[in-house]
């Protein structure tokens, strides 16, 4: 079970609002390559791994995703808080304020609410390491994408911690793929789907 | 009583203390001045660190926090919650 611990990974203290980053911003919360998505995935994936490494690792990341989903959604409060209604009337986070107000909603930046069509769980140790792998990889790429169109000292610190924790995360699943396969190559794993196992 | 009889035993003790720890604290969340929870939360709480300490002490870590074992990381070690055994 999971408890909650109050206070954030690292400090966020935004202090220009600003919609339109805002508007970006979210998609790291509830769109395809986002934070609720990746600790979904993970804490979904464990319950078929096989190897111990693996189910703690995927506890941990997917514990640590939900960190961070608490961290994008703490960006957007904060970029949207002191905003004017001319403000936002003038940015891309019109439409989303017609919708939801100042509320944080898990959905893209294009629109989309969240979609589990977003994630997968295979069921095979290799196929939902693999798709780990990509996850973190396109998750840092929307990441690259925000700091491309950011330019706020306060909250490119932020992301580029995310960022930077998409990456070591990559190098883990990594390395608990390798174990994985060379414990196939080994057969010592059964159940993994593959007709040497 | 094998090993495992007497970790189960001592997880359900941990468990059922902490259920009630989670109902106080919600009953709290709706009366923050009420002193008789405030009172019973305490005397819980105590409770719950003295059976934990002694669980991971006997069983290893509940929590990625305490690893006891200075010669590897017994957090990844099975049996997870979803496992029945």
């Known amino acids: 079970m999971w408890e909650y611990q109050k206070k954030l990974q690292i400090p966020i203290n935004i202090k220009h609002p600003d919609p339109k980053l805002a508007a970006f911003i979210i998609s790291q919360y509830g769109g395809p390559d986002g934070e609720l998505g990746a600790s979904m995935r993970y804490l979904s994936q464990r319950f078929s791994m096989k190897d111990d490494m693996a189910k703690g690792l995927l506890t941990d990341i997917g514990t640590e995703e939900l960190a961070h989903l608490e961290m994008v959604g703490t960006l957007v409060h904060q970029l949207t808080k002191n905003a004017t209604t001319g403000e936002i009337e003038n940015s891309p986070m019109a439409a989303y304020y017609i919708d939801r107000t100042k509320g944080v909603y898990p959905t893209s930046a294009s629109g989309f609410p969240w979609s589990a069509a977003s994630m997968a769980v295979k069921g095979d140790p290799i196929a939902d390491l693999v798709e780990d792998l990509a996850a973190e990889q396109k998750a840092r790429v929307t990441y690259d994408n925000i700091l491309k169109m950011c330019d706020d000292p306060d909250v490119t610190q932020v992301i580029k911690f995310l960022r930077e924790r998409e990456v070591v995360h990559f190098q883990r699943f990594g390395e608990c793929l390798n174990r994985i396969q060379e414990n196939v190559g080994a057969k010592r794993v059964t159940g993994c789907g593959m007709k040497d196992c | 009583m094998n090993n495992n009889m007497a970790r189960r035993r001592l997880l359900r003790e941990i468990k059922e203390t902490e259920f009630v720890l989670k109902e106080l604290n919600l009953f709290l969340d709706t009366h923050p001045d009420h002193r008789e929870a405030l ?27 305490v690893n006891n074992n200075t010669e590897t990381w017994e957090w990844i070690q099975g049996p997870w919650p979803w496992e029945n055994r």
Do not use: A, N
Request: charged share 35%.
């Open chain 2, 39 to 65: 009172e019973k939360f305490q005397k819980f709480e105590q409770m719950s660190k003295k059976l934990k300490s002694e669980y991971e002490r006997m069983f290893g870590p509940l929590t990625p926090s």
